[in-house]
């Protein structure tokens, strides 16, 4: 199965843009590449996904390198909210069986 | 509409006992996959039913069951609990095609005494 490597963790200052990092150097061309978080004491939640274009939703931007090999989640302005475990999957087309990694622990400073 | 529903939410057991988890997935939703999430391993995924049928399964024991119900319920059984089953159990339920979000419920924490 392809994996992913993230680090992790990363701080930022609130209201600041946040890039976090995730590398995928197996992935295979049928693999979405989907990004959940984690806030303290709930289940993972999701962010955004995508297969091969950079997607936008009122949450984060993804934007995904031209050999898919690594992408980026980008919140735009981080808040105090945007602190959680940030995980990057990779999952097969039609196919619900996410791993899910160590993720990367985000914490925003105000 | 309602979320994702675990049932009951926090739970204490003995070693070799066995217990039943619950999970009612959001309504038109036919699939529910199943993680166990602990400090040490995070959060591992454990089996989805999609229409009553196990679809996928993680590599847990056989003593780690599931089934799937026609309304889409889902229950997850551990046989004889160990203390390393102690962990929150959390169901996602979604669609179950063309890679549609999981949404999550709070999960059942399960203590192993």
């Known amino acids: 199965d392809a994996k992913t490597t993230q680090p992790n963790s990363m701080e930022s200052n609130e209201e600041e843009p946040v890039h976090l990092p995730c590398n995928h150097s197996t992935i295979s061309g049928t693999d979405y590449i989907h990004w959940y978080r984690q806030l303290p004491s709930q289940g993972p939640e999701y962010v955004i996904h995508?297969?091969?274009s950079n997607v936008n939703n009122r949450m984060a931007s993804l934007a995904i390198a031209e050999d898919r090999k690594s992408s980026t989640l980008i919140l735009h302005r981080a808040t105090l909210r945007d602190a959680a475990v940030y995980y990057c999957?990779?999952?097969?087309?039609?196919?619900?069986?996410?791993?899910f990694g160590a993720g990367t622990r985000l914490t925003v400073k105000p | 509409k309602a979320g994702v529903t675990q049932t009951p939410r926090y739970l204490i057991k003995t070693r070799g006992q066995q217990v039943t988890l619950s999970c009612s997935p959001i309504s038109g939703h036919r699939s529910v996959s199943w993680y166990q999430q602990t400090p040490g391993q995070g959060l591992q995924f454990l089996f989805e039913y999609f229409s009553e049928t196990q679809r996928n399964k993680g590599n847990f024991p056989g003593r780690f069951s599931g089934r799937q119900f026609s309304n889409s319920r889902s229950e997850m059984n551990v046989s004889t609990l160990e203390l390393g089953d102690s962990a929150l159990y959390l169901c996602a339920s979604s669609r179950g095609t063309d890679n549609e979000k999981l949404f999550f419920g709070s999960g059942t924490q399960l203590s192993v005494l």
């Open positions: 999957i990779l999952s097969k087309y039609n196919n619900n069986d996410m791993r």
């Open positions: 995508g297969l091969t």
